[in-house]
């Protein structure tokens, strides 16, 4: 779940999930090419960055998921905030 949940945690929580979870694609993207393979779509360090995989995950699954959840359940206002404050943050680089 954390790869999931960590945009509706504190922003340095969030931040460092993010780093680990790019980190890990993007080691994953370096081993296939030293294999001589395609590199999987968001893995490749040179065609994409942090700041659009990032972006992309919240706009495209995390956002949606949580504002169904936060309709659902009420009391998930405070997270669905961070989620905010996280996309927001990913606009300003």
């Known amino acids: 779940c954390a790869d999931i949940s960590n ?3 504190p922003a340095a929580v969030a931040r ?3 780093l680990r979870v790019t980190d890990e694609l993007f ?5 296939e ?8 779509p968001n893995c ?4 994409t960055s942090r700041v659009a995989l990032q972006s992309a995950f919240i706009d495209n699954l995390a956002g949606p998921l949580f504002t169904h959840l936060a309709a659902a359940f009420p009391g998930l206002d405070t997270p669905l905030a961070q989620l905010g404050d996280c996309r927001a943050s990913y606009a300003l680089c």
């Not at 080691?27 to 081993?31: C, E, V």
């Not at 090419?33 to 999987?40: A, F, L, Q, T």
């Not at 490749?44 to 065609?47: E, L």
């Open 44 to 47: 490749d360090r040179f065609a």
């Open 16 to 18: 460092r999930w993010a």
């Open 7 to 9: 945009v509706v945690k």
């Open 33 to 40: 090419r030293c294999m001589g393979m395609e590199v999987s």
């Open 27 to 31: 080691d994953q993207g370096d081993a």
